[in-house]
């Protein structure tokens, strides 16, 4: 029997389609239950590999024949070892090609909509770990939002649509994920704009995106208006694209609402996260479509794997934006916090410009799903 | 720390320090000490998570210059 690898894309694929299939995983209990492949259809063994290294056939009872079977681990290795096993036991098994640290990695673009003069918005979905960016386009020009720090894909999916990347936004300063924002406009020769109350500490030059500042893309002009909208952080910005889409960064989620403390300040931001979502927000248009930074579960993705919902929808149906006591509402934010994703300190120290980890070490940094959000 | 044997699983990616790890602890005499030098980052979490499932004791370990060392003793 053949032991054959499957991408991370394929099995983004599959996640997006609902395809019921069979993860064995051999990462260590304590990875595993921190982080694994979501799927509303994946059926699931967790053996970490150090356990069959002296053969399979204890195992062999509860891995299916009938449905496909892919061993996962932290960078592929122990998922080979495993896979090999199998196949000598006569299982038809496949493994993660690059383990779980290419499952963070992958970034799946979706076409989220089109803009009047005949732009349009994708979304990068970073299933692995929940993060989202965007690409605006028109008119041969195009602007990022939230780029995650997997640049050549921003860059090529430029290259393809044939357009010239000009503006490199970031919502706020991340604390989940290292921002490729900065490296994008150094590398097109773009604008790289990022709240200036998140940037107080920046070791970088870059544009301050201020309420009511306006960006254009495109001749056709397609309108990237600033939205001052604090809460998750302090310079936290959201932005609306066109009149039709309201880029909400961590502050508002399609399931969930943004955490107030990764930077340190709770109970001081607290006021503000209810100020920006019970009011500003209220004063929006309610048919915007709302395209948030993160999602946190797999049940937030459409069926063509995108994630997005209007306004008018979220108010009516997100438990964070439908809490009338304040103080029900502060205990729900401060009082509950998941725990804070992995390395966030030093996240946000590199995304000052502060400290330069080498590639490897930024991975390592971003293992783990992103923790922005408190339901 | 009286240590019973060294092994030197540098330049190894998972999951060969944990199978070379398994392979020599089982040459040696329970209560006995293993001196593990890894530099893959995962071999910590893994020869922790290892050790602990199969009875042997973590009784140190540090980091220096991007190598780990464990200290593992024989239960």
């Known amino acids: 029997m053949t032991v054959t690898p499957i991408l991370a894309g394929e099995i983004a694929k599959k996640v997006i389609s609902k395809e019921a299939f069979f993860i064995l995983d051999v990462r260590n209990e304590d990875a595993f239950s921190d982080w694994k492949i979501e799927g509303e259809n994946i059926q699931y063994l967790n053996i970490p590999y150090f356990d069959v290294l002296d053969g399979v056939e204890g195992i062999l009872d509860q891995i299916p024949t009938d449905q496909d079977v892919v061993v996962v681990c932290a960078k592929e290795g122990s998922s080979i070892f495993v896979a090999e096993m199998l196949a000598e036991a006569g299982r038809d098994v496949r493994y993660l090609q690059g383990g779980m640290k290419a499952w963070s990695e992958h970034l799946e673009p979706v076409k989220v909509g089109d803009l009047k003069d005949g732009g349009a918005i994708y979304q990068f979905v970073r299933i692995g770990k929940g993060c989202l960016s965007y690409m605006i386009v028109s008119n041969g020009e195009a602007a990022i939002v939230d780029a995650t720090r997997m640049t050549d894909v921003f860059i090529d999916f430029a290259k393809q649509l044939d357009v010239k990347i000009t503006n490199v936004l970031d919502t706020h300063l991340h604390a989940d994920h290292i921002s490729g924002g900065r490296e994008i406009a150094e590398a097109v020769n773009g604008t790289y704009w990022l709240p200036p109350k998140d940037a107080t500490e920046v070791t970088f030059a870059y544009e301050p995106l201020e309420d009511g500042r306006v960006i254009t893309v495109g001749t056709s002009k397609i309108d990237i208006q600033a939205l001052y909208s604090p809460g998750h952080t302090i310079g936290s910005t959201s932005f609306i694209v066109d009149d039709a889409y309201l880029l909400s960064g961590d502050i508002l989620f399609i399931d969930s609402i943004g955490r107030p403390d990764l930077a340190g300040l709770a109970e001081d931001w607290v006021g503000d996260l209810r100020d920006t979502l019970y009011s500003r927000y209220r004063e929006l248009a309610e048919g915007l479509l709302v395209l948030p930074a993160h999602f946190m579960i797999i049940e937030e993705l459409n069926d063509d794997g995108s994630v997005s919902e209007t306004l008018g929808k979220l108010f009516a149906n997100n438990h964070g934006l439908n809490i009338e006591d304040e103080q029900e509402f502060r205990q729900l934010v401060t009082g509950n916090l998941p725990p804070q994703p992995n390395a966030y300190q030093e996240i946000r120290q590199t995304n000052m410009g502060k400290i330069t980890p080498d590639e490897e070490t930024q991975r390592e940094m971003e293992i783990g799903p992103n923790r922005c959000a408190v339901r | ?75």
């Open chain 2, 1 to 75: 720390m009286n240590v019973a044997k060294v092994l030197d699983a540098k330049g190894l990616a998972c999951p060969m320090p944990v199978v070379r790890a398994r392979k020599t602890i089982k040459e040696m005499e329970t209560g006995e000490i293993l001196e593990i030098h890894a530099t893959d980052k995962g071999s910590m979490a893994d020869l922790t998570a290892w050790a602990k499932a199969s009875g042997h004791e973590m009784v140190d370990q540090k980091e220096d210059a991007g190598v780990f060392t464990f200290y593992i003793k024989k239960g």
